[in-house]
């Protein structure tokens, strides 16, 4: 009886936390860019633009097909097109679905499909695999990440690539004199930040995050148990990234390259098996 309990228990949380992840992300539609600069500063288009170019580098045909979950309004799927890849992209919002499509060039539009749908929903029904798999900021609005990832190695073609982007860190702090100034200036980062969008006139929702955000709860991503679930799963690990991403980029920069604090990380593996480089 206990075990039903729990297990009902579990059920409605995990519902509870996709139909928070539905509503906010209808919330966020298309302001959802200009509401995370965190995404577009100068500091994080070039760790994004680097990273790019090393998923490029180790993908073995050129264009690719390339599967992108979680796709939100574009932050991944708009600069792979932009390299010629073709593209299928998923994301559960239809507000989200609309707005990318509005933003696909005329020219890309044979090489560009969108799917508005729930990503676990997606990878139960698709048979396909593909050259790559590219998610950003998606594992931490996910109940059960573990489960999910080792769907998403299954649309991995051997010898393809997974670039996991922008996922909050989960790590022990070391140095509390270092995680102090990480801290205060990250509220002052916070600060300007509520001005700037009470200027702009674009709403915060900081308040309905807290379900939606669901791993957040927890401190994070841990990417030790990520390569642990990679390996399992028949991928090697080539690169872990580990950087502070600050709502702009000059505190970005600070916390990265002066501080040495981190709080985001990004991955890159390859499923072994197929032709190596």
């Known amino acids: 009886m206990d075990v039903m309990l729990e297990l009902t228990q579990e059920n409605t949380l995990k519902e509870k936390v996709l139909q928070e992840n539905l509503r906010v992300?209808?919330?966020?539609?298309?302001?959802?860019l200009p509401r995370h600069p965190e995404q577009t500063n100068f500091f994080q288009s070039r760790v994004l633009r680097n990273f790019l170019n090393q998923l490029d580098r180790h993908l073995k045909d050129s264009p690719s097909s390339i599967l992108d979950?979680?796709?939100g309004t574009g932050y991944l799927y708009l600069p792979?097109?932009?390299?010629g890849h073709t593209l299928t992209g998923v994301d559960l919002s239809d507000e989200m679905i609309d707005v990318l499509q509005q933003q696909v060039p005329q020219?890309?539009?044979?090489?560009?499909t969108l799917l508005a749908m729930e990503v676990e929903a997606f990878l139960a029904t698709e048979a396909q695999t593909y050259d790559a798999?590219?998610?950003s900021a998606l594992l931490h609005h996910l109940y059960d990440y573990e489960s999910v990832v080792n769907k998403v190695c299954a649309k991995v073609k051997p010898g393809g690539m997974l670039m996991i982007f922008f996922e909050p860190l989960r790590q022990k702090v070391t140095s509390p004199v270092r995680y102090g100034l990480h801290k205060s200036l990250a509220r002052l980062d916070e600060a300007v930040y509520k001005m700037d969008m009470k200027l702009k006139r674009i709403p915060l929702l900081e308040e309905d995050y807290e379900f939606s955000d669901y791993q957040r709860?927890?401190?994070?991503?841990?990417?030790?148990?990520?390569?642990?679930?990679?390996t399992v799963d028949g991928m090697e690990t080539l690169d872990?990234?580990?950087?502070?991403?600050?709502?702009?980029?000059?505190?970005?920069?600070?916390s990265t390259c002066v501080l040495k604090t981190q709080n985001t990380f990004n991955l890159l593996a390859r499923k072994k098996g197929g032709r190596l480089e």
């Open 25 to 32: 992300h209808a919330l966020e539609n298309r302001l959802y």
């Open 69 to 71: 979950l979680g796709c």
């Open 80 to 83: 792979l097109l932009e390299r």
């Open 107 to 112: 020219e890309a539009k044979s090489r560009s």
């Open 133 to 135: 798999v590219v998610l």
């Open 217 to 230: 709860r927890f401190g994070g991503i841990d990417p030790n148990r990520l390569v642990e679930l990679l």
């Open 240 to 254: 872990v990234e580990k950087y502070c991403s600050r709502r702009y980029g000059i505190p970005a920069f600070i």
